[in-house]
């Protein structure tokens, strides 16, 4: 009776959190999708895609605070989730490693802005994103994962998205305000950092204490491969858009950035999944691995089957998707929506048996060299298709990567030997 009991709790309550992630994705893209379009009529093609240039910069610098904590520390929570001195030392070590990684970021930062003229001529625009870099670092979303505590992320970004669209529709009206707008999703990003802190001290009663470097060396030992991988994600991820932004103009990365965005968009509905499972299966891979896969195995199929469903509507409604969407001035984004529409199903998978599969099963190092590989892929078809095809290039770019990405992650995980060799 108490095992039944047991399972039903645990699906129940694994349900419940990705209901509640599934909701916090509603509010985090519907929401933004009523200020889409007005986004991208209001500043235009060019000025929306240096809008997205400047946010894949500053993109990097989140990316180096975060460190693979995202994944890490995730895991590390939920392991240690009844241990509150645990739960204490894994924090303040992590928050400590996050701020000193931050004043390096910005001493690069302001070093680039200042003498780098392709980042020098928007100096206003450049340094409010960084204002998304310091919230995104004290964000402790891994924390409330790891915990599978999700209401209060609901609560959280519901509250500052519905500002930041308040403001957008108060303070956007030209091309000009594109500080402005920048501005506002800092502002959106340092609310997020500072409020859910407070709930994780409040309501989890956690202790800052000053961490013990030994701590602080074994937390970046756990991150380093992981951070590795982010690198190289972000390589074929962000990297497409700044070197777009590189080697083609403003206007071209509007056009690319307005199709990733609806792409973005569909593909952000299955992140409930991934971030709700992993916890999950971090668990499950210590203590019943069977039912780790079995887990794994059935989220695959039934999450798989309805994105490629999804990406083939996509597919054959481009066209009236973007012009209700992005505008007449945004044809050009019709073709590069079709080429980049099965890319929630793909990455999808990827995130099946790389992530919830290879990092739960100790296979960072298997994950990792898949992902330097893509990158490597990724960032020589960009700088072979990019100068002379603009978007296009970057679209096939980022689908031939992942494409790889996804197959090589399904090759490692259905033929290693000692894949639960922990």
């Known amino acids: 009776m108490r095992v039944g009991f047991f399972r039903f709790s645990f699906k129940s309550e694994l349900l419940q959190n990705v209901l509640s992630l599934s909701f916090l994705q509603v509010i985090n893209n519907f929401l933004p999708l009523i200020t889409f379009p007005y986004l991208v009529r209001v500043l235009g093609p060019e000025k929306f895609g240096l809008v997205s240039f400047v946010t894949a910069f500053s993109a990097y610098f989140s990316m180096i605070t975060d460190f693979g904590f995202n994944f890490s520390a995730t895991q590390q929570i939920s392991i240690y989730r009844n241990e509150k001195k645990k739960l204490a030392s894994i924090v303040s ?48 979303m891994w924390f409330f994962q790891g915990l599978e505590e999700m209401k209060q992320l609901v609560l959280v970004s519901t509250l500052s998205k519905i500002l930041m669209i308040v403001g957008i529709f108060l303070f956007i009206q030209s091309p000009a305000d594109d500080a402005i707008y920048m501005l506002l ?42 951070f590795i991988s982010s690198v190289s994600i972000s390589l074929y991820t962000t990297t497409n858009i700044f070197l777009l932004g590189l080697l083609s103009s403003s206007a071209e990365v509007g056009y690319f950035a307005a199709a990733d965005k609806i792409r973005a ?10 971030q709700a499972l992993y916890p999950r299966m971090a668990f499950l891979s210590k203590n019943n691995k069977e039912q780790s896969e079995q887990l794994l195995m059935k989220f695959t199929l039934v999450g798989g089957a309805a994105l490629f469903a999804v990406g083939m509507v996509i597919f054959f409604f ?15 984004s019709v073709y590069i929506l079709q080429i980049i ?40 078809l960009s ?40």
């Open 93 to 140: 070590s992590v928050y400590a490693i996050k701020f000193l990684l931050l004043i390096l970021c910005f001493i690069i930062f302001f070093l680039l802005i200042s003498f780098i003229p392709k980042f020098s001529f928007e100096k206003e625009l450049f340094f409010f994103s960084f204002l998304i870099v310091l919230g995104a670092t004290f964000t402790p």
């Open 185 to 226: 999703i800092g502002a959106s990003s340092i609310l997020n950092a500072v409020a859910l802190t407070a709930m994780m001290k409040k309501y989890y009663k956690v202790a800052f204490v000053i961490p013990a470097l030994h701590e602080m060396f074994y937390q970046l030992r756990e991150s380093y491969l992981l």
């Open 265 to 274: 968009g569909i593909q952000s509905f299955a992140n409930p999944i991934n």
């Open 318 to 332: 481009a066209k009236p998707l973007i012009l209700l969407l992005a505008g007449n001035a945004y044809s050009k």
């Open 341 to 380: 529409a099965l890319l929630p199903f793909i990455i999808y998978l990827s995130n099946m048996f790389g992530i919830q599969g290879l990092l739960n099963f100790g296979k960072k190092k298997e994950f990792t060299a898949i992902i330097i590989f893509g990158s490597v892929i990724s960032i020589s």
């Open 383 to 422: 700088f072979f298709l990019v100068p002379t095809h603009g978007s296009f290039g970057s679209a096939f770019s980022v689908l031939a990567t992942e494409i790889f990405v996804t197959l090589g992650m399904i090759y490692f995980y259905f033929t290693k030997k000692n894949l639960h060799e922990v």
